[in-house]
């Protein structure tokens, strides 16, 4: 059993910055892909970046270039920097640890936080 524990989430002007963290408890995760998705109001859960136990990363055309994700083992956690921050990128944002199959993709994840809420006015 993975406990999932999302924060750093918050209100922010479109151009601003904020670094969400996610700490995992009752496994170490860093044999694993750790990933963060999004959800906005009435839209589903899309991907928005993931990182292998290598260290590769992956991410979303659309936060290509303003968002990095890290992860730090020793500490149990996986971050996303989010920079230049725009309106579109309002939503809960998960994190998510891949039990299978492609990390694009919802299906294969089996243990998510309950999210934060990012807001970024216009």
């Known amino acids: 059993q993975v406990r999932l524990e999302e924060s750093g989430g918050g209100l922010v002007q479109a151009g601003g910055s904020l670094r969400l963290s996610c700490v995992a408890s009752?496994?170490?995760?860093?044999?694993?892909?750790m990933a963060w998705f999004r959800q906005a109001p009435g839209k589903e859960r899309q991907f928005v970046s993931a990182?292998?136990?290598?260290?590769?990363?992956f991410y979303a055309d659309s936060v290509k270039g303003r968002f990095t994700i890290s992860r730090d083992n020793a500490k149990n956690t996986v971050y996303l920097q989010m920079n230049s921050l725009k309106p579109e990128d309002t939503a809960v944002y998960y994190c998510?640890?891949?039990?299978?199959?492609?990390?694009?993709?919802?299906?294969?994840?089996?243990?998510w936080g309950p999210g934060t809420q990012v807001t970024v006015s216009s």
């Open positions: 990182i292998n136990s290598s260290g590769r990363t």
């Open positions: 009752g496994r170490t995760i860093s044999g694993y892909v």
């Open positions: 998510a640890v891949l039990k299978s199959g492609s990390l694009f993709y919802t299906q294969g994840y089996d243990y």
